[in-house]
């Protein structure tokens, strides 16, 4: 018996759908869509071979990088469903039997109307093979109630022999012991066909949940997309789309949050949770490729970053306003005009870059690294030029940034807050106050840019538009922040053109003079409503005085009395 048949043994089960070698993973047998390890340790590239020498399925691994088409083979008398993915030194190789789950279902669950993707005969066997996936059934104890899972499915019980040990020897290929995110997953037909439809529809986001219709987020609204999904459905949509890691957190949290890839589909940064009425996921329709910032609508002025070799660069907005979208898109920026080293720390790894000019390398929290904290820790000793932080979160990432900033990197960061005045004191304030003189001075010294944006609604219905607040660093910001005076940063944004400088409503207001979005939305949108409908060459009239001008004055005011 070939030792891969000692893999291959565990197929006779009825409840094990699937045998996965991954290097850089232990390999791992599906039952009821969830994967389990089969081994104790990582396996590598030359294991994989090793599995494979001398029997029918050598022959199917690829020379270059590439996929083998899922292709019969037989071994000792039993035939299997055989696909064999090469990436650079990476090799996935994927066995199940053949006629078990082969056909796809009739009517997929979640589809909201029949969709048919025309494909060539040949592509139609592959198809079947890699996307037909049956709903994994649910403990019995949940098939009796709609409440939440107590827990992810039972684990798969340890065959007779004992776990193989696959530790790499010393001599083995350098190949780590971390997965690839970006290789592509298997998932249920009806959430590859759910998922692909709401791409088409330009959604962004994807909401199946328990008890409730799959709902689509167009624009900024939620919307019904579907028939109503029992739990038993919603599990079987989401629970095949967690590895070993994932369904530990979801048991120990309650939630998941990771990124994958799906063929046909694209990339996803998905968040699975429990709540009242069962599973929920949550699916981010991510861009197949870098944003551009001529793309997104943001302004050309952002390309100054281009002369900066040092300094922080913060994007702010509420959650949603696409803050990922623009920092990939300066990422993106940089790739293409400069040859440089970047580093990106995200939790988790949402948009893919290519090399193009830059070397990028790519970090998530979690997988590759402890902490965003670690991460900027480790990787002012791995010679970047430009380190882009997924979020600002704590005090200690906060620390790090500036360090990095101060000591001749270029940081690009992220912060959920709404305006710029906003992030800048939520970046002192982080930390104890009698460190914030210090962190003042800092910040003054190294802060460049800070992007803080929102989503707006368009005026014809057809998606969202990007507003901008643009602070730059110079003498009367940096003064301003040293002097702590950030009280003041509304009238410095109103005189603040000749540097550079854009006011939210301004941003506003050219939308709204060129016909993108209506008057009522910009108002709705604008921190100081009045002044919209005001170029920033027009005079408001005296009873139209801004509050950055009110402030200015009664300041002014209250500075000049003398004495109590």
């Known amino acids: 018996m070939s030792q891969i048949q000692d893999f291959l043994q565990y197929l006779d089960r009825g409840d094990v759908t699937e045998i996965v070698f991954q290097s850089g993973a232990a390999a791992t047998a599906k039952k009821r869509g969830k994967p389990k390890p089969l081994t104790s340790e990582p396996m590598s590239a030359r294991h994989i071979l090793k599995l494979v020498s001398d029997t029918p399925l050598q022959s199917l691994v690829p020379i270059q990088d590439g996929a ?4 019969a083979t037989r071994i000792d008398g039993v035939e299997y469903i ?6 650079g030194e990476m090799l996935l190789l994927r066995v199940r039997r053949a006629g078990r789950n082969t056909e796809l279902p009739a009517a997929p669950i979640g589809t909201v109307a029949p969709v048919r993707v025309a494909l060539p005969a040949d592509a139609v066997e592959q198809k079947q093979a890699l996307e037909s996936y049956e709903p994994p059934p649910m403990p019995a104890k949940d098939r009796a109630s709609v409440a939440a899972p107590a827990s992810v499915p039972a684990p798969l019980v340890a065959a007779p022999q004992p776990q193989v040990s696959y530790r790499p020897p010393a ?3 350098p190949l780590g012991a971390f997965v690839r995110a970006d290789l592509p997953l298997g998932a249920p037909a009806g959430l590859r066909a759910l998922l692909a439809q709401a791409r088409d ?3 962004s986001d994807v909401h199946i949940l328990s008890g409730e219709p799959p709902r689509f ?5 939620l919307a019904a997309a579907g028939p109503v999904l029992s739990n038993e459905e919603a599990w079987g949509l989401v629970m095949p789309l967690l590895n070993e890691r994932n369904a530990k957190q979801l048991e120990e949290l309650g939630y998941a949050d990771f990124a ?26 991510i861009m197949p490729e870098p944003p551009t910032l001529d793309s997104l609508g943001l302004p050309s002025e952002l390309r100054q970053m281009l002369n900066y070799h040092q300094g922080l660069v913060v994007v702010s907005g509420p959650n949603g306003a696409g803050k990922t979208t623009t920092l990939s898109a300066l990422v993106d920026l940089f790739n293409s005009e400069r040859s440089v080293h970047i580093i990106t720390v995200e939790d988790p790894v949402e948009v893919i870059h290519p090399i193009k000019k830059a070397i990028v390398s790519q970090r998530e929290v979690g997988i590759h690294t402890k902490s965003f904290h670690a991460a900027l820790k ?12 997924g979020e600002l979160r704590d005090c200690e990432t906060v620390e790090k940034a500036l360090e990095a900033a101060e000591t001749g990197h270029l940081v690009f960061a992220t912060m959920s807050t709404p305006s710029g005045a906003r992030t800048i004191g939520r970046l002192i304030d982080m930390f104890p106050p009698d460190d914030q003189s210090q962190v003042r001075s800092t910040l003054a010294g190294v802060l460049k840019f800070v992007v803080s944006q929102r989503l707006v609604p368009r005026k014809d219905g057809n998606g969202r538009v990007v507003a901008v607040e643009l602070l730059t660093g110079g003498m009367a910001l940096w003064t301003l922040i040293r002097d702590d005076k950030l009280f003041q940063l509304p009238s410095l944004l109103q005189r603040g053109r000749a540097f550079g400088m854009i006011r939210i409503e301004d941003s506003l207001n050219e939308l709204l003079s060129s016909g993108v979005i209506s008057m009522e939305t910009a108002k709705a949108f604008a921190d100081d409503p009045r ?8 005079p408001m009239s005296p009873n139209q005085a801004s509050p950055a001008q009110s402030t200015k004055g009664t300041m002014r005011n209250l500075f000049s009395k003398k004495g109590p």
């Open 217 to 221: 987020r167009c624009a900024g609204r």
């Open 201 to 203: 529809q330009a959604a």
């Open 378 to 389: 480790g990787s002012l000793r791995e010679d970047p030029d430009v380190i882009a932080i």
């Open 171 to 173: 001599e083995a290929s």
């Open 531 to 538: 002044v919209i409908g005001h170029s920033a060459k027009q």
């Open 82 to 87: 055989v696909t064999v993915v090469r990436s």
């Open 68 to 71: 083998s088409a899922p292709t």
């Open 260 to 285: 994958c890839q799906l063929e046909g589909v694209g990339r996803l940064r998905v968040n699975v949770n429990k709540q009242r009425s069962g599973i929920k996921g949550c699916f981010r329709l």
